[in-house]
């Protein structure tokens, strides 16, 4: 099965395609401090529903929604210490089915310091420090089973912490 992973920066620009055998054997492993978000690439999103049909057919999506808003299902599956950095889209539900993911987040008024290459490892060590008692920033580390809404245009970036198996469910009118 071919799979389409993105790179792991803010906007996700570059796409990869490789065999999902290769990205579990090849890129599954910790987040190297010094990889860039551009240079990392990440399987989440760009998801053949086709081809995961009989896994997201065993998934229980979360009983909350929104009026007249839409689900749409998302895969992903990441090593440890990788992530997505900060950046915004429309609301909707995050649940980790395996492994931890811990959650930054920001209202739409109050656009976070980070560098849109750089990974959220990197910013956890290098610029959380000085912004980890910021009344804007709220945080939240996710556990198997756990879920957790994420407004519309609201600034988030995630970190796994364990290598995790992930699925966001997109809320469109």
């Given amino acids: ?7 792991a920066n803010s906007y996700s620009y570059a796409k990869k395609d ?9 890129h599954i492993h910790p987040q190297q401090l010094s990889a860039l978000g551009n240079e990392t690439f ?15 057919e065993l998934y229980e999506p979360p009983p909350y929604s929104l009026p007249h808003h839409l689900p749409a299902y ?11 950095p900060f950046h915004f889209h429309g609301p909707g539900f995050a649940e980790t089915i395996w492994g931890r ?9 109050v656009e976070p310091k980070f560098h849109p290459n750089c990974t959220t490892l990197q910013w956890l060590m ?9 009344p804007n920033l709220y945080e939240c580390t996710l556990q198997p089973g756990e879920i957790v ?3 519309d245009k609201w600034w988030h970036a995630t970190l796994n912490i ?8 997109f809320l469109s009118p």
Avoid at 1 to 7: A, C, E, F, N
Avoid at 18 to 26: I, L, P, V
Avoid at 47 to 54: A, C, G, V, Y
Wanted: glycine share 8%; with cysteine; aromatic share 18%.
């Fill in 1 to 7: 099965m071919t799979v389409r992973l993105s790179s």
């Fill in 18 to 26: 490789m065999s999902f055998k290769d990205y579990c054997n090849h």
């Fill in 42 to 56: 990440y399987l989440f999103g760009d998801n053949s529903h086709e081809e995961w049909q009989n896994l997201l």
């Fill in 74 to 84: 998302s895969f992903g599956l990441a090593g440890p210490g990788t992530g997505v």
């Fill in 101 to 109: 993911k811990r959650w930054f987040m920001y209202p739409p008024d």
């Fill in 126 to 134: 290098e610029v959380y420090p000085d912004v980890k008692d910021n």
């Fill in 149 to 151: 809404y994420f407004p």
């Fill in 162 to 169: 364990d290598s995790s198996v992930f699925i966001s469910t």
